[in-house]
């Protein structure tokens, strides 16, 4: 089995901010994160293909992800960004898939965890730019955090030609040790079929100097339960965990709380399934 590693990001300070890095806890975030210094971590630990995501919310940055796929074989797909709400969503899409690497578009990805509305996603207009990602045979990806679950709910009900990814679990507070909200909302979520659930992220919501295995543990069991291997993918969500545990400790974890049974199927045939790798 050639692992796939279904969420990672890179960036370069000297192209732009990365303004989310603040605070000393994410200190060491604050330098540049590129596929030189990931492939030879990907390479120890059984990586082959991994699928890129955005991070800051400008139309620059998508171009540059589809220009680095195209010309690195390590990365088999880009989650994108682009505004779902302008009403030429569709060509904008359109337009992207025609440039360089325009191929390995799979996906768009809005900082939705950032709106103030929780129901942002129901929204007439973004809406619509739901409607252009089906029509145009991506998939979304869901970054929220778990007030805003219910709204995933409703945004995948009603659109249910759209696959919608939930990234790193929905957040759930694993900190704190809480079940509620998250839990209801997060089976509510995997009981439609158009769902998928990243295994990603734990590390990050964790105490990052004191977690271990068993506070990860019944966040884990709870999406392996709702929504079954065939629709949980692993991400590691290098470099955002690397304050948290390294590349290695975040694989390494995500096998230890999961089956072996389906280990091919969260680690690698989701991934290629759901992205069309």
């Not at 974890?253 to 759901?274: K, M, N, S, W």
């Amino acid at each position: 089995m050639t692992v796939v590693d279904a969420h990672h990001h890179v960036w370069d300070l000297s192209v732009r901010d990365q303004d989310w890095i603040t605070g000393p806890e994410l200190e060491s975030l604050r330098r540049n994160f590129g596929l030189d210094d990931l492939l030879p971590e990907a390479r120890a630990a059984g990586v082959g293909r991994t699928v890129v995501v955005q991070t800051v919310t400008v139309p620059e940055e998508t171009p540059e992800l589809l220009a680095l796929a195209d010309r690195h074989p390590l990365v088999a797909g880009v989650v994108g960004w682009t505004d779902l709400t302008r009403p030429d969503v569709t060509d904008t899409l359109a337009r992207l898939r025609e440039l360089p690497g325009g191929r390995y578009l799979k996906g768009i990805r809005h900082q939705v965890q950032g709106e103030p509305d929780p129901k942002w996603l129901l929204r007439p207009d973004v809406r619509r730019g739901l409607t252009a990602l089906e029509e145009a045979g991506l998939v979304h990806d869901l970054v929220v955090l778990p007030h805003q679950l219910p709204a995933c709910v409703e945004a995948a009900a009603r659109h249910p030609g759209l696959t919608f990814v939930l990234d790193h679990l929905g957040k759930p507070p694993i900190a704190s040790g809480a079940l509620q909200p998250w839990e209801p909302a997060v089976r509510a979520l995997a009981a439609l079929p158009n769902t998928v659930c990243k295994l990603s992220g734990m590390v990050t919501e964790a105490d990052h100097a004191r977690w271990t295995l068993d506070d990860l543990r019944p966040y884990a069991d709870t999406v392996l339960d709702a929504f079954g291997p065939e629709r949980l993918m692993y991400g590691s969500d290098w470099p955002v965990c690397t304050p948290a545990a390294s590349y290695g400790q975040v694989l390494d974890t995500a096998r230890a709380l999961t089956d072996p049974a389906g280990h091919r199927q969260i680690f690698e045939e989701t991934a290629v399934r759901v992205y069309g790798l």
